[in-house]
């Protein structure tokens, strides 16, 4: 099993920034990926950014293209997303997820069927 806890949401302004961490612990040598992904009200969960456990292949959904950097720290287990620029669209509530060896080779990182463990979420809001 994987443990993921989020923090570091708040409320901020537009074109401010946020940093989110992910700490992992648990049996994170099964997972393969480590995302990040938000829900708005009424909207459906929206895969923001991805990156392998070990190597550091990253994706990144297109809304956040250019403002977000998703990066890990090996030795404390934790994911990062650094939220730039950030705008009034990106309020949601911010969740990480982890996958495992299975799920990895049944579907792509968007989807969050890949992923069978999830951290609690954190939330940002973006005024403007």
């Known amino acids: 099993q994987v443990q993921l806890v989020e923090s570091g949401g708040g409320s901020v302004q537009a074109e401010d920034s946020l940093r989110l961490s992910c700490t992992a612990s648990g049996r994170t040598i099964n997972s393969y990926v480590a995302a990040w992904f938000r829900q708005a009200p009424g909207k459906e969960r929206e895969f923001v950014a991805s990156i392998r456990w070990r190597g550091d292949t990253t994706y990144y959904g297109d809304s956040v293209k250019g403002r977000f950097a998703i990066s890990r720290d090996d030795a404390s287990d934790v994911v990062y997303l650094q939220m730039n620029a950030l705008q009034p669209e990106d309020t949601a509530v911010y969740y990480c997820?982890?996958?495992?060896?299975?799920?990895?080779?049944?579907?792509?990182?968007?989807?969050?069927?890949?992923?069978?463990?999830w951290g609690q979420g954190t939330q940002v809001t973006v005024g403007s």
């Open positions: 997820a982890a996958d495992t060896m299975t799920t990895a080779q049944a579907m792509g990182v968007r989807f969050p069927e890949r992923y069978p463990y």
